[in-house]
T-cell receptor, first 110, second 113 residues
Framework: QKEVEQNSGPLSVPEGAIASLNCTYS??????FFWYRQYSGKSPELIMF????GDKEDGRFTAQLNKASQYVSLLIRDSQPSDSATYLC??????????FGRGTSLIVHP | EAGVTQFPSHSVIEKGQTVTLRCDPI?????LYWYRRVMGKEIKFLLH????????ESGMPNNRFLAERTGGTYSTLKVQPAELEDSGVYFC???????????FGQGTRLTVV
């Protein structure tokens, strides 16, 4: 059974710091990796996707993928209180059907 | 551009009743997905449409759940008869391509009492 593991948190960081969110997955055949942000009571919002080993940067967000170690991470630089949300990791294989983790709650305090 | 729209936003029904959830995907998105999140658990895949065809329905829990996608546009998910364990938030998502991640609707919170 394919599994995606995330620390539920909450991860608490001060405003302006770097928040580091991690995700591990069990299926070595996984091909695509996504990070979604979900505010309380709202729908998940796609913020990053990554397919290749290494880093992918988009504004304050950087996704890092290491297929050999089967983990993907999301770094948020200059964290803002508005970044406080639950971050969901999703992983797909050849079927493109994503398996989601339970999410990590991030709290950015002023 | 309108996002993914789901109706209703909330539904409270009694055990044994029927409920139909509707999803209007983003225009032009061939891929439509249904997911469910039970409280405290992760989001679980239910099924995937490509246009009007069911590509993968391996996540459908049992035959009380029936999904359709008329003409490759909007989709409905019917639960008949509803059971207590069907309670949760049902999300619909759409995407133009399978590999690019999906855009989620606001979800329908279903409560079976």
């Amino acid at each position: 059974q394919k599994e995606v593991e995330q620390n539920s948190g909450p991860l608490s960081v001060p405003e302006g710091a770097i928040a580091s969110l991690n995700c591990t997955y069990s299926d070595r055949g996984s091909q695509s990796f996504f990070w979604y942000r979900q505010y309380s009571g709202k729908s998940p919002e796609l913020i990053m996707f990554i397919y290749s080993n290494g880093d992918k940067e988009d504004g304050r967000f950087t996704a890092q993928l290491n297929k050999a170690s089967q983990y993907v991470s999301l770094l948020i630089r200059d964290s803002q209180p508005s970044d406080s949300a639950t971050y969901l990791c999703a992983v797909t294989g050849g079927s493109y059907i994503p398996t989601f983790g339970r999410g990590t709650s991030l709290i950015v305090h002023p | 551009e309108a996002g993914v729209t789901q109706f209703p936003s909330h539904s409270v029904i009694e055990k044994g009743q029927t409920v139909t959830l509707r999803c209007d995907p983003i225009s032009g998105h061939d891929n439509l997905y249904w997911y469910r999140r039970v409280m405290g658990k992760e989001i679980k895949f239910l099924l995937h449409f490509v246009k009007e065809s069911k590509q993968d329905e391996s996540g459908m829990p049992n035959n009380r759940f029936l999904a359709e996608r008329t003409g490759g546009t909007y989709s409905t998910l019917k639960v008949q008869p509803a059971e207590l364990e069907d309670s949760g938030v049902y999300f619909c998502a759409s995407s133009p391509r399978e590999s690019r991640g999906a855009f989620f609707g606001q979800g329908t919170r279903l409560t079976v009492v």
